[in-house]
């Protein structure tokens, strides 16, 4: 059985990147995009492993599950970081190309 502590550090790991992603990108549509499906998958997580270990639910199987859960959302949130910090910087170069034209 896997500790519930590394399942959370895991989680938090992919919690930074994902905030990240999400603040810096700022999109039209706060709720329906990509950004926010990884965030609230995020967290989606982190509250099922805390309510299993809150009802002291000990089941295996579901601990290597959210583990793996975990891992996986890891690689996807930095994804989404480095596309949010592409898109906050291509808005900046757009801002600055319209103030250098006097527009």
Do not use: H
């Amino acid at each position: 059985m896997v500790p519930t502590p590394i399942i959370m550090l895991v989680l938090l790991v992919a919690f930074g990147p994902g905030a990240v992603a999400y603040l810096c990108c700022w999109p039209k549509r706060r709720l329906a995009n990509p950004f926010f499906a990884v965030l609230a998958g995020d967290v989606a997580l982190m509250l099922v492993t805390l309510m299993l270990e809150v009802v002291d639910v000990q089941l295996v199987w579901l601990s290597w599950v959210l583990l793996a859960a975990a891992i996986l959302m890891v690689p996807l949130s930095v994804t989404m970081c480095r596309r949010g910090l592409a898109i906050s910087r291509q808005k900046q170069r757009e801002v600055t190309e319209r103030r250098m034209r006097g527009g």
